[in-house]
């Protein structure tokens, strides 16, 4: 009867261990999570937590019917600090040593913090249900918000800042939020959405220092403006949780490097999810950071590190490499965004208007690299199972 | 019962979406072969509707996060949804949908 172990239990890895049962695993399973919680759901931390609407329990990943169907022993609050690929030793946080035959790395990313600022009580980075009950309470008292970086993370925050009645400004290195990875003419509808809701955009700057003693009063910035804040959270992209594995034998670059069966370089040691750097189809190595990459990788992971632990070859089995899907709620609309476009494609109207609803296509050479709606939910499905179709012959 | 519309009305392979002052909650119905089924028509996880998802033989797909639910059960098949839809017994006379209305009385919520 073998072991497995499930290292994180975010969303990945808590549909990882799913996955293993649901194929068959009827071993050992342990799961090993950092924090002391139950699993929880993340998406909702920037915006119905912060909010006030949702409490820990509304997020919950798994309830007592699924953990008893889930079968395992969980290791919560404890962290995995090293791998030994030869004797297959997890050594863990509290000093204990599991031997497993198998294991899941879905250890994730933490957030990027500001380097070389001094560290203050009202910077914040949002990622944990820890990270979202400190923040929201410091939303509870009136004060200047200021938001460094206008991902979606930050856009999410600024949103729900601004919900509750802050005065919020977003920092932006570029000329404007997600401009990079969605060209212009998505990234002034975003920037429309902020400034129509009274959050201005600070662009093409970024900050050089944090003024205050406990608490921030304000940030500095690279143009030499100071800007006035109480609250600053910092939204500034994820950093791969993979200095565990140093040593291991499991290659890393930026992510654990997986092929397109979230196979790591050692043998029985699989990745999924955010921490995961796959290389798809194509030869390209994507490391993605979106929800739904973290709900769908693990089946792939699961059967393979399922077929390896038989003696079979997980070439066999469905890769990995799904069309990318990622969602995001600021202020009132919804945004969807599907494929993979790169910020230079060229953005084209299907329906609506880029001053309301719409569902907006991005092409390259005549084929669709990409859909983007806001408010539109169902001529985007509609669209993205079309791209669906020629993503998987392409 | 109350009478929602005409089996005519349904076109196969969509979901339509009936949402009247009369009813406690916007439903949801779908006809798959000779049989229509009847579900609520807002998604377990958050605000959307299903009606605008995409209907994959007896399973409708959420528009916002993919869920999936069974409209014979209710039941979705991965998250972000956790908790499964409401289901309505329909009843088809003379051509004409009814759904029972002590089944579509609003409810509390499960949270």
Redesign the interface.
């Known amino acids: 009867m073998s072991t497995i172990a499930v290292v994180g239990v975010g969303?990945a890895g808590v549909?990882a261990g799913e996955a293993l049962r649901a194929q068959g695993h009827d071993g050992r399973l342990v799961m090993i999570g950092e924090e002391a919680v139950e699993p929880y759901?993340r998406?909702p931390l920037s915006k119905q937590v912060l909010l006030g609407t949702y409490e820990a329990c509304?997020i919950a990943?798994t309830?007592t019917a699924s953990r008893a169907e889930l079968d395992a022993e969980w290791l919560l609050g404890t962290r995995a600090t090293a791998f030994d690929p030869v004797t297959r030793h997890l050594t863990l946080s509290d000093g204990q040593s599991l031997h497993a035959e198998g294991v899941v790395i879905a250890t994730g990313a933490r957030a990027r913090t500001l380097s070389g600022v001094p560290e203050l009580d009202s910077v914040h980075t949002l990622r944990t249900l820890d990270d979202a009950r400190r923040l929201r309470d410091d939303l509870s008292r009136p004060g200047r918000v200021a938001v460094v970086g206008g991902g979606f993370i930050g856009a999410e925050v600024a949103s729900a800042a601004r919900a509750l009645g802050h005065e919020v400004t977003i920092v932006e290195f570029e000329q404007m939020p997600l401009l990079r990875q969605l060209g212009s003419a998505a990234a002034g509808v975003l920037r429309r959405l902020h400034t129509d809701h009274g959050v201005p955009l600070v662009t093409g700057v970024s900050v050089t220092g944090l003024v205050g003693r406990d608490r921030v009063q304000a940030v500095s910035l690279s143009d030499g403006r100071s800007l006035p804040a109480d609250v600053v959270v910092v939204g500034i992209g994820a950093v791969p949780n993979t200095e565990w594995l140093a040593g291991s034998g499991v290659a890393l670059d930026n992510g654990v490097l997986t092929d397109e069966w979230c196979r790591t370089t050692v043998p029985g040691v699989v990745a999924a999810g955010d921490v995961a750097a796959y290389r798809c189809r194509g030869g390209r190595r994507l490391r993605i950071e979106h929800?739904?990459n973290a709900?769908d990788m693990p089946a792939t992971a699961a059967r393979s590190l399922l077929a390896t632990l038989r003696g079979e070859d997980p070439v066999e089995q469905p890769a990995h490499d799904p069309l990318p899907?990622v969602?995001s709620d600021q202020y009132d609309s919804?945004l969807?965004i599907a494929g993979r476009p790169d910020a230079d494609d060229a953005l084209e109207l299907v329906s609506g208007s880029f001053d309301s609803g719409f569902v907006a296509v991005y092409r390259r050479d005549g084929a669709v690299t990409g859909v983007l709606a806001v408010d539109s939910?169902?001529e985007?499905?509609?669209l993205r199972?079309e791209l669906r179709g020629t993503w998987a012959t392409r | 019962m109350i009478q929602l519309c005409s089996v005519e009305e349904l076109t196969p392979g969509t979901v339509t979406r009936i949402a009247r002052p009369d009813l406690p909650a916007p439903l949801a119905l779908v006809k798959v072969g000779d049989r229509v089924f009847c579900i609520d028509d807002t998604c377990s996880h958050e605000t959307?509707?299903l009606s605008?998802?995409?209907l994959d033989g007896h399973e409708v797909?959420c528009?916002?996060?993919?869920s999936r639910f069974d409209v014979r059960t209710g039941r979705p098949d991965?998250?972000?949804a956790?908790r499964s839809i409401r289901t309505h017994a329909v009843r088809l006379v003379d051509g004409i949908v009814y759904v029972e209305e002590s089944s579509v009385a609003a409810e509390e919520p499960a949270?």
């Open positions: 969303l549909r759901d998406p509304d990943l309830d929800w739904t709900r899907y969602w919804h969807q939910p169902k985007f499905g509609r199972r | 959307a509707s605008d998802g995409w797909e528009p916002l996060h993919e991965c998250p972000p956790r949270r």
